[in-house]
């Protein structure tokens, strides 16, 4: 039995570059490194596609949001595509106002981004966004709504809100099990 061959050059260079990018770095109150959550988001968008440079723009999804790593760095070692893929990916920033003040404008500026985005961006995002849905479903159950104090936004009905925009935002994506699942953790989380 011979396995096929498949150039993961691209992918596992870029895993290595986020996993020394969130080194030692925690991700939130859940005690075990960050790089589990953009190894999640890759493994995720490999149920929908083995293009490479999706792969490598899922597990880079935060690195220029969260590191001191920035999009032209990404784009020198990556190319346009995967630059431009985690440029979307990347959290609006609203001088002046805090993250919990800029809140609810960050999200409707993400929902809407995403709305009118490539189908490539959409399926990065399905990625970051399930493996962020299951977090918070998993938390949900252990702790209920305890779980919203993490946030800076502490209401559910915001939190709903936000992931029924970016369901709908994505609903391109319907098809994939990716997407099934993210809708049937929502309506989980905020049927109570």
């Known amino acids: 039995m011979s396995d096929k061959y498949l150039d993961t050059d691209l992918f596992d260079r870029a895993a290595i570059l986020a996993i020394k990018a969130h080194h030692n770095i925690e991700r939130r109150d859940k005690g075990f490194p960050y790089i589990i959550h953009p190894m999640e988001a890759a493994e995720i968008v490999a ?26 760095e ?18 609006l920033v609203v001088e002046g106002k805090s993250a919990s003040e800029s809140w609810h404008e960050r999200k409707q500026f993400a929902i809407d981004r995403l709305a009118a985005a490539s189908t490539d961006v959409k399926i ?11 977090a918070i479903a998993r938390d949900y159950e252990a702790i209920g709504d305890e779980l919203w104090n993490r946030f800076h936004v502490t209401e559910v009905g915001e939190h709903e809100w936000h992931y029924r925009g970016l369901a709908e935002s994505l609903r391109e994506l319907g098809g994939t099990d990716a997407y099934i699942e993210f809708l049937m953790l929502i309506n989980r989380v905020f049927s109570h």
């Open 74 to 91: 990404i784009r020198s070692e990556f190319g346009d595509r995967v630059a431009e893929l985690v440029a979307n990916e990347s959290d």
């Open 47 to 72: 149920t929908i596609t083995n293009d490479q440079e999706l792969l490598a723009a899922a597990i880079l999804h935060d690195v220029v949001e969260d590191t001191e790593i920035t999009v032209e």
């Open 124 to 134: 990065v995002a399905m990625g970051d966004k399930l493996s962020n849905m299951r």
